[in-house]
């Protein structure tokens, strides 16, 4: 007996389970009409991760966004819920690493776009010792020189931190999480020269506490990816964005904007890799605050 009906079987199963899980998960506000996407390395590198895009990968991605009328707009004119904008989208890229620069700065010139780029700024211009990396191969993040360069072309700039922690995994009354937010912003505003209102969670986690603390610190709004965002309206605090990975395709990205009969599938498959992504914090633990500048 073929054991291909079986397999096939499993699969169905399968996705029947995982549309079933998605289901009964608190979704979020679909209303908006500015998508936010998010990416991270963009690189022809080997990785043993998949949040990277390879060159080629990318700019098929954004020559498909082009050639569907979109233009992009930066996270200042996100500030309030969409209302029939048009073909709008924010690209954002996380973590701020030199093949940002290097290989999406040229491409998105090319097609007249701009993008937002969080930047961990204890680590500008070094290599990412922050993150658990199986092959052991470093990738260095934007230079200051890098950074203020892209900014001169509409560039914008925000915070994901000094060093890119959990900080839901960290005390809330040893005074990290204000490090961590609070250091940041103030680097990047002296090293800019404007305001830095906006802010990204490293590996998308937040809580009550994070999100109170971003606020009484001066940011207007902060990011994640597979927001807890309900249907209950717009929360500035907790607003999500769609990360685009390894896999992902023209096809995956108009999936992701139309948010159409197979969208459950991608929004899924992004809660089950921001998942796992999360689980450097737990092989690299939190910085120790206690020798840290307060």
Request: glycine share 8%.
């Amino acid at each position: 007996m073929s054991f291909i009906p079986y397999a096939i079987s499993i699969i169905l199963i399968l996705l029947l389970f995982f549309y079933l899980f998605w289901r009964m998960k608190p979704k979020k506000n679909l209303t908006r009409d500015v998508q936010i996407l998010t990416y991270h390395k963009i690189n022809d590198d080997f990785d043993w991760g998949i949040t990277r895009q390879r060159v080629n990968q990318f700019e098929r991605g954004i020559k498909f966004l082009c050639d569907q009328g979109y233009r992009t707009v930066s996270l200042k004119e996100d500030l309030k819920p969409a209302k029939a904008l048009d073909q709008k989208v924010v690209i954002t890229f996380d973590d701020g690493y030199e093949d940002v620069y290097l290989n999406a700065f040229p491409i998105l010139q090319k097609y007249g776009f701009t993008a937002f780029v969080f930047v961990i700024t204890g680590f500008v211009g070094k290599y990412n010792s922050w993150d658990y990396n199986l092959n052991k191969r470093r990738k260095r993040h934007l230079s200051w020189k890098q950074i203020k360069e892209m900014s001169k072309y509409g560039f914008g700039f925000g915070s994901h931190t000094v060093n890119h922690p959990d900080l839901t995994k960290i005390d809330p009354l040893g005074g990290g999480v204000e490090y961590e937010l609070r250091k940041s912003k103030e680097v990047l505003e002296d090293k800019l020269g404007n305001e830095v209102v906006f802010l990204s969670y490293p590996f998308g986690r937040y809580n009550q506490f994070v999100q109170e603390e971003a606020k009484r610190l001066g940011y207007k709004r902060a990011y994640a990816l597979c927001s807890k965002n309900t249907e209950n309206g717009f929360q500035p605090f907790a607003q999500n964005r769609w990360g685009i990975y390894l896999f992902d395709s023209p096809l995956t990205l108009k999936i992701k904007l139309d948010r159409g009969r197979l969208f459950w599938i991608e929004d899924l498959k992004g809660r089950i890799i921001n998942r796992f992504a999360s689980g450097t914090s737990i092989l690299k633990g939190s910085p120790d605050y206690s020798i840290l500048e307060q």
